[in-house]
Every structure is written in structure tokens, then in C-alpha cells.
């Protein structure tokens, strides 16, 4: 029997579809449970198809998931020469940039879209060069960013105009070329404010990038040229002209009125401040009120909160104020236990996960909603430390998911324990002349013991350190790595 068209006759959601037996044996039960009540209510004189429909109603309850995209976003991507260094060390070209972020790509690699900021010209042709504060990146890092997972990047920030206009529009020409989408700028100031659409499992979702700050710089004088979507805060734009906040909501209705689903990526707040600036929590409640689902902030290279919000069409929203670091060298010198927490705060990273999700709600419609929502904390690993001290000869500079190395540590520490089981005298493991003191443990395995405690101390403190300033609502566990044979 066709359920679907069965479904519709008898006043059940066209979405829900019965199949096999069990779902046939569900329903007759339903159908005859219906009808008992049915015979009943007539015999009492009521309105029995009034009564059966709302029976009917409860029988397959709505909304039905009819379909879902899934995202994993994170932070800013800065090359500083240690990071370069750390690739190199990885390997050659895209395989040593690829390197970088081999612990965390299985999480971008089982979304659908994997975001980051990408806070670099990447313009060999057009370079002036890097330093502090001027960044440039060899065209081996998109690559490397798509290889691991990464299917479109933000490239509005206050650093896209370091190697100039010409660096700005190179760098667009090397994202087409690798394959990246990118969001926040135009080929043309007519264009400008446009967003990115992108499609799959028959949801459409928007991307609408935008940056708040441009480092003293402005857009090209020839409106011809590509340009940045660039929305200064009043009185700090530098003398640039950007637009303004009716200008930014307008288009944000624009876009929203082109897809099912709409990111904002913007690039705003103070830099290493642990809460964004109160106009921003503003402007964020405004532009999902203007039809977006999800704001994803960055710039600060801390963690600030994340928030969810109903707007007052009844749609539940999310705010990531600031994803923090994806990729960078900043707090490289950090010792836990030795300096104030807030040193490390550059470290502390994290991915954020959501879904859109097409659902039907029968007689109210089709929507595409937010659903699924998730963090991954992570640490920014840097071994700055140990090379200084000798203890190390290559840089080790990227993203780990604390959730997944803590319980390695703690299997660690459990294996350790066990070798002092003495076997004739001696620690398992132990030479037959190695001294043992009264710990039951080698000195080498003392000094492991104390390596390891120390270091899932620290991730234990930053974990708590990254879940205190977002909160702990949405935390996950990380995705299982598959088993190797």
C-alpha cells in the first residue's frame, strides 16, 4: 500500500512516509485505537470528523526533518613567520601546511561547509613583503585550508589590504583558483554587499561577510576594482568612507530574501577583550532580526561568549561574538601555573558546529531553521618553549581538540601506574640492575609521569578556562577517529 497517498486521504502530513512491516502493524493498531474512540464519541452525540482529525493530527506529529546542511566553523588564520617555519617543518609545500591542521580536519571534513577567517593577502606577485602586522601567505595555504576541509573563508578583515590593492585583488584571483568561496568582498563597488550562495540537500544558504576595521586603509578609489564590504564603527573608520547601519541591514534583507539560510561572518570588536563591545550585541540582535540565522565574529583572537537568540518572528539564532585563533603564534611564551590565565587566552580556540534544517510543519509550511548547535574546544599547541630551551629542534605550531587529548593523556598516566606492578622485585619494563625508588617507578618513568600530569593540567585548566567565557550549553565531544588497522 502507497502510505504516502494513504496519508493524505485520510488527513496525514504528506512528508511522512511508512515502510515494512513493523510501520504497517504500528498503524493498524493507531487506525483501530481510532476508531474505538470515533464510535465512542458518536455514541455520545459529538462531532466525530472534528474529532478525528485532531486524532489524525496527533498520530503523526510535526515538524518533520525533511533535510540538513551542517556546518563547523572557526577562527583567524594568521601566517606569522614561526606558523611558516612550523610549516615547513611539516613538510613541503601543501603537505606541510596541510600539517597544521591534520588533528582538527576530520571535524571540517564531516561538514558540509567548513569556515575560517582567513586573515592574509596570499599575493607572491604583487608582495611588499611581511612583518609585524603585515601579513602575506604563499598560495600552498588555501590549498592547504581546502585539502583539510575548508570550503569558504571570510576574507574581510583589517588585513586584506596589506599588500595593497593589487595584493587584495591577486589574492581573490588565488581563492577562485584553489577552489575556495570566499564571502565579504565584490569584483566592483556596484557589486558590493552581494552574498555568496551556496546549495545543498536543497537548502540554500547565504554568506554575508563584512569587517569593521581596514588598519588605516580604504577601498579603491576606481569603483571598477574589487572592494571589501567595509562597515566602520561611527568616528573610527579612519577617514574611509563604509557603509552605515541601515546601509548593512538593508542588505542583510537582501540577502536573507536569496536563500533559506543566512551567515553573517564579520570581523569587529577590541582586540584580546573577553566580551564584545555592547554596539555589536546591538547590531548582531538587529541583523537577525533582519532575516539572518548566524553570526559568526571574529578579530578579537580570544573566545567571547556565544548566544543564542529568539528573535521576535519566533526563530532561534546564534551568535559566535568571537571564535578566537585558528592558526597563529600569539602566546607562544605561555606557561600555566607560572602567568596569569588571560596570557593564554590566544591559545584558547575552538570550533563552532550548527545545522540548517529544512523542516515541515504541515498546514504552517516549510522552514529552514537553526538546529544542532555544538562546540569543540581546542588549544592552540606551540612548542616555543622547548625549542628554546633545546629540548626541541622543530616547530610544532596548531589546533588540537583538548576533548580528544585528554583522555590519551589519561590513558597515558593509567599505563603508568601499571608498570609499578612489580614483577620479582623490579617495575614492569624496568633493567634488571635500574635503580627504582620508593614510588615504584624508574626515574624515567618518573619523569614521563610528571611530563604528562603537567600537561593534562594544562589542558584541563584551558578547557575550563574556554567553557567559563562561552559557557558550557553546547559543548561535544569530538568526532571518533576511525581505528587504524
Known amino acids: 500500500m502507497n502510505w504516502e497517498m494513504e496519508g493524505r486521504q485520510q488527513g ?4 511522512a512516509k511508512w515502510t515494512g512491516r513493523s510501520g504497517q502493524l504500528t498503524r493498524n493498531r493507531r487506525w483501530l ?16 470528523g472534528f474529532h478525528s482529525r485532531r486524532n489524525a493530527a496527533a498520530v503523526v506529529p510535526y515538524p518533520h526533518e525533511i533535510a540538513q546542511l551542517s556546518f563547523a566553523v572557526a577562527g583567524d588564520v594568521i601566517p606569522h613567520e614561526a606558523v611558516r617555519a612550523a610549516a615547513a617543518a611539516g613538510g613541503d609545500g601543501e603537505q606541510g601546511w596541510a600539517a597544521l591542521f591534520s588533528d582538527v580536519a576530520d571535524v571540517f571534513h564531516g561538514a558540509d561547509f567548513g569556515f575560517v577567517n582567513l586573515e592574509t593577502p596570499v599575493a607572491p606577485i604583487h608582495s ?32 586584506v589590504m596589506d599588500q595593497g590593492w593589487a595584493g587584495f585583488a591577486e589574492t581573490r584571483d588565488h581563492l577562485r583558483e584553489t577552489g575556495l568561496l570566499f564571502s565579504g568582498t565584490s569584483d566592483n563597488a556596484a557589486q558590493a554587499w552581494q552574498p555568496v550562495i551556496t546549495e545543498g540537500n536543497g537548502i540554500k544558504v547565504g554568506w554575508l561577510g563584512m569587517t569593521r576595521w581596514l588598519n588605516g586603509n580604504r577601498n579603491p578609489d576606481d569603483a571598477a576594482q574589487p572592494h571589501v564590504n567595509f562597515f566602520p564603527y561611527p568616528g573610527e573608520s ?10 548593512v541591514l538593508a542588505a542583510v534583507k537582501a540577502a536573507r530574501a536569496q536563500c533559506d539560510f543566512l551567515v553573517i561572518s564579520i570581523h569587529w570588536g577590541i582586540e584580546y577583550s573577553p566580551a564584545p563591545r555592547p554596539e555589536d550585541v546591538d547590531i548582531a540582535h538587529k541583523m537577525l532580526e533582519a532575516g539572518a540565522s548566524v553570526v559568526v565574529g571574529h578579530h578579537p583572537h580570544v573566545l ?34 607560572l602567568m596569569p590565565d588571560t596570557n593564554g587566552d590566544p591559545r584558547d580556540e575552538m570550533i563552532g558546529l550548527f545545522s540548517a534544517v529544512r523542516k515541515d510543519y504541515g498546514p504552517g509550511g516549510i522552514r529552514v531553521e537553526l538546529g544542532h548547535v555544538g562546540i569543540l574546544p581546542m588549544w592552540g599547541e606551540n612548542n616555543r ?5 633545546g629540548r626541541e629542534k622543530k616547530t610544532v605550531i596548531k589546533p588540537l581538540l583538548i576533548d580528544r587529548e585528554i583522555p590519551v593523556l589519561q590513558k597515558d598516566l593509567d599505563e603508568i601506574e601499571l608498570s609499578r606492578i612489580e614483577v620479582g622485585g623490579k617495575p614492569v619494563g624496568a633493567a634488571p640492575n635500574e635503580p627504582v625508588d620508593s614510588s615504584g617507578l624508574t626515574a624515567e618513568k618518573q619523569k614521563e609521569f610528571i611530563e604528562v600530569t603537567k600537561r593534562l593540567k594544562l589542558l584541563t585548566d584551558r578547557r575550563a578556562q574556554i567553557l567559563a567565557r562561552v559557557g558550557d550549553d553546547y559543548v561535544m565531544a569530538p568526532p571518533k577517529l576511525p581505528v587504524k588497522p
Not at 33 to 48: D, F, M, N, S, Y
Not at 238 to 247: L, V
Not at 316 to 330: A, K
Request: hydrophobic letters at 45%; charged letters at 15%; aromatic letters at 10%.
Open 12 to 15: 496525514f502530513s504528506a512528508g
Open 33 to 48: 485505537a481510532a476508531g474505538a474512540t470515533v464510535l465512542a464519541i458518536a455514541a455520545l452525540g459529538l462531532w466525530a
Open 128 to 159: 611588499k613583503g611581511s612583518k609585524a602586522f603585515l601579513f602575506e601567505a604563499p598560495v600552498v595555504l588555501p590549498e592547504a585550508l581546502k585539502a583539510s576541509g575548508i570550503k569558504i573563508v571570510s576574507f574581510a578583515n583589517n588585513h
Open 238 to 247: 579612519g577617514g574611509a568612507p563604509g557603509a552605515d547601519e541601515a546601509t
Open 304 to 337: 567571547q561568549p556565544v548566544e543564542t537568540y529568539r528573535t521576535g518572528d519566533g526563530r532561534d539564532t546564534l551568535i559566535f561574538y568571537s571564535l578566537g585563533n585558528f592558526l597563529s603564534n600569539q602566546s607562544r611564551t605561555y606557561v600555566d601555573g
Open 385 to 389: 618553549n622547548e625549542l628554546a630551551a
